[in-house]
Structure formats: structure tokens, C-alpha cells
């Protein structure tokens, strides 16, 4: 190889190419690129199902490794990250949510995803769930709902019907169930959906549109706990004889209301997209205020605007 020959830089795979290839030369990446560990779950447990149809959305996306957000509480659910081979974090029980604000406010390039499960989102979390909503900060959030608190092996949860038994209620759970859809609704939330981990086609359509979506975007998902609830979503899956019933093609999804009757329905009820508007995201609100900040002190040296400071707490 002559002098002046270019020279042959060998890149390990898309993971720790520095610089990164130009994004028109990138492989989109393939669950065998972003897989991480082998899934701790139980043999059967519907987690495993919306794991995959992540690694699909990461491959038709083409979101590369580097851009790949993937954020948790706790719970079975909230191990998601352990499992994706990118940055993420496993964090705080209910706090998953404030955790992925930070991230999603200071970093406009990436879309953040929260993975969690109904206790992690509507006990604990409940009160985060509900300012997100109102803030409509950009995210995606797919609460992993299987109607009881799988990873602390079987407390009722908030989402459990009446009458279920479990550690907390050995004589069935008197509690009336949190409606995730009604909750999601009144809080402000600006996309919400549903949908179960036994259909993979309709749960990656609704991770790809709510993905689209500038603004908070919840989909709750059905995904069964085999080991604590087994059956629980049966009446939801026609291969357990029984029914998927997809939002009515009339549906007006920018009607809350409509949304709202539409939560009524007695389950297993419908899936699809309950309702989405578009109304400024908080990230776009504070770029607002941080422009009109900054173009106050345009041209201004860093010990100028400090000066500036201390001159008017004078
Ligand atoms: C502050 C705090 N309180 C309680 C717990 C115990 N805990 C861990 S996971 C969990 C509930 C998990 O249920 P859910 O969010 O529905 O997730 P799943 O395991 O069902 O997927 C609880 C109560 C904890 N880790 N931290
Ligand atoms: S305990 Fe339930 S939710 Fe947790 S991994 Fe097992 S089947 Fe899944
Ligand atoms: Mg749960």
C-alpha cells in the first residue's frame, strides 16, 4: 500500500464507530446488534413479545445505537433496559418519568421510551404519569399492564379487577380498578392507545405512531403475567377464543369525551388509538423561553451577562 493510499479503519460493528458512518451508509440494526442479555422473564410472560417488536421499531426507524433511549422503573416490566443493548437506564420505582423528562428536555435529538408495568405507572408513579400528561412532554411511554405486581410476586395491583386473589388480598381485591384509559384521558395526555402483546402487528403500529407523535404518547399494553395472573387477557385473544375488537373506524380521536365512553366499554374492550391532539409539547415551550433568554444577551461575553446579574440583585 503506497504513502498516500487511504487508509483502512476497521469498524467493530455499528456499536463503537467513531466517528459514526454517515447515516446513509448505516445498516439499520438487527436485533442480533441490539439484543443484550438473554431475558430474565418467565418461559411465556408477554414482555418478551413487546422486547421484540422494540427491536423491530429500532430496525424500521433505523435509530441508531448511540440514539436509542431506553428508560424504566421498576418491576418484571421495568428490566427492558438490562435487556436492549444502547444507552438506557433502570431506574427509581415510579420515577421512570421525570428521570426520561430530563433526558428528552435536554436532548431534542433523541426519542426517549419509558417502560413500565401498571404498578410502576398507577401506584407509585401515578402522580408523575399525570404531570407528564399535563406537561405533554415529548416521550413515548408503553405501560407493560398485567393487572398485578409481578416482579414482588403477587400483590394486587391497581389495575387488578374485583375479586382477584393475591398476597395483598387473599380474599379477593374489593378495591375498585383504576381505568388506565379514563385516567390517561383526564389527566391531558395529547396520544393515547392500546393494545395487547398477543397481537404483534398492532402493537408495533401503535409504538411507530405514537413515536410520530410530538408530545407525550402513552399506549397501554396488555402483556400477561404467566406466572401470577395466567389467563388473564384471554378474552382479548381470539386464538384463546376470544375477541380483538379494533376502535371502531368512526372513532373521532380528538374527541375526549368520545374517548372516555369508549374506556367504558367492559373488557376486554377496544384497541387502537383512544385519542390524540396536538398542543405545544413542553420542550417546545421552554426552547421558547431559553431563545428569548439568549437573544437578550446575544453578543454579551459570559462575565458580561454575569455582571448584568449581580448589577440588578444590587
Ligand atoms: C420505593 C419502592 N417501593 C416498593 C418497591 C417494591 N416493588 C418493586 S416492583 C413493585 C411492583 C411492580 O409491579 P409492576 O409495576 O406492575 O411491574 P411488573 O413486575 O408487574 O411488571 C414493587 C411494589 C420498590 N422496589 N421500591
Ligand atoms: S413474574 Fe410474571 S411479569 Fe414477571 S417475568 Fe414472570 S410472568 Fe413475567
Ligand atoms: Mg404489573
Redesign the pocket.
Known amino acids: 500500500m503506497s504513502e498516500d493510499s487511504p487508509k483502512i479503519i476497521k469498524r467493530p460493528g455499528n456499536l463503537f464507530t467513531v466517528p459514526p458512518l454517515p447515516d446513509s451508509e448505516r445498516k439499520p440494526l438487527k436485533k442480533k446488534d441490539i439484543a443484550a442479555d438473554h431475558p430474565t ?2 418461559p411465556g ?1 408477554g ?1 418478551f413479545s413487546v422486547l421484540a417488536l422494540y427491536f423491530k421499531l429500532i430496525e424500521k426507524r433505523e435509530i441508531w445505537h448511540e440514539k436509542v433511549t431506553t428508560i424504566a422503573g421498576i418491576g ?2 421495568s428490566r427492558f433496559p438490562y435487556f436492549v443493548q444502547a444507552h438506557g437506564a433502570h431506574y427509581i420505582h415510579g420515577r421512570a418519568l421525570p428521570f426520561a423528562t430530563g433526558i428528552s428536555m435536554s436532548r431534542p435529538d433523541l426519542h426517549v421510551f419509558v417502560f413500565g408495568g401498571d404498578g410502576d405507572a398507577f401506584s407509585i408513579g401515578g402522580n408523575h404519569v399525570n404531570h407528564t400528561a399535563r406537561k405533554n412532554v415529548k416521550m413515548t411511554y408503553v405501560i407493560m399492564d ?1 393487572f398485578v405486581y ?2 414482588t410476586k403477587k400483590q394486587t395491583s391497581p389495575t387488578s379487577p374485583i375479586g382477584f386473589k393475591s398476597k395483598t388480598d387473599t380474599m379477593g381485591a374489593k378495591d375498585r380498578p383504576i381505568n388506565p384509559m379514563k385516567q390517561l384521558v383526564a389527566a391531558g395526555t395529547s396520544f393515547i392507545a392500546r393494545t395487547t402483546s398477543t397481537n404483534p402487528k398492532h402493537v408495533l403500529d401503535m409504538m411507530d405512531k405514537a413515536m410520530d407523535h410530538d408530545g407525550f404518547s402513552v399506549i397501554e399494553c396488555l402483556s400477561e ?4 395472573y395466567p389467563g388473564a387477557f384471554d378474552a382479548s385473544n381470539p386464538r384463546k377464543g376470544g375477541e380483538f375488537k379494533e376502535v371502531p373506524a368512526d372513532h373521532n380521536v380528538t374527541d375526549e369525551a368520545a374517548a372516555y365512553r369508549l374506556a367504558d366499554e367492559p373488557f376486554p374492550g377496544y384497541f387502537g388509538i383512544y385519542y390524540q391532539e396536538n398542543r405545544p409539547t413542553k420542550n417546545a415551550n421552554e426552547a421558547a423561553i431559553i431563545a428569548k433568554a439568549r437573544e437578550r444577551v446575544e453578543g454579551m461575553e459570559d462575565w458580561e451577562i454575569l455582571q448584568q446579574t449581580f448589577n440588578r440583585m444590587k
Do not use: P, Q, R, T
Open positions: 422473564w418467565c410472560c414482555d418484571c416490566s398485567n409481578g416482579l403475567c404467566v406466572e401470577f
